[in-house]
């Protein structure tokens, strides 16, 4: 993650590859597959999404409640990217993917019980899930609009663009969950989790910190 972390600018402002740049503005008409592809691609690639969902799920050990955090949280992304496009609401990329970093920051936050201590209160995850789940999506929709996408074939593609999200995040999932399962069944789970959720943190502040100085910068 960190190394992730240390790339160019455009990576780290929810960018889609340069070929796929190529191919979705020059591309015209319904094209699903394509589209489908594309989407699990940002996703399985969409290390600050990974991030944040591996936070969602860190102290979650019932397959019901993995799936409603996860379903919170894609409709949050969904909602967002869909009519973020549709009608043509953008952010500004590097305002919209510090607030990423942000989700990151409090995600770790909230595993280490620092609501509670700090302030005597906690906050509903929930909630919170799928207000951040709604900042992913503006994210990617920022960047999609920026594209220009062709309006023939528009809302069939978009779908399958948000298809391909969510197999994407199913993807990642798993594989966290594989991880996931092994490491918890090994006494080092509880003495590493403090740590972990530390570098969790650290990692949403430099998300944040790289996204504000692009903001001023740029």
Known sequence: MLALIGVSGDALAHAVAQGDKGYIQEISGVNLVSFIYLGAKHMVTGYDHILFLFGVIFFLYKMQHIALYVSLFA????????????????????????????SVVYKALDNLGAFQRWFGVQPDTRAATLLFGFCHGFGLSTKIIEYDLSPDGLVPNLLAFNLGVEIGQLLALSAILIVMGYWRRSPSFMRHAYTTNVAMMCAGFMLIGLQLTGYFVA
Not at 90 to 96: E, F, K, M, P, Q
């Open 75 to 102: 409709l949050g992304h969904s909602t967002t990217m869909l009519l973020g496009v549709y009608f043509n609401i953008g952010i500004n990329s590097y305002l919209i993917d510090a607030i990423i970093g942000l």
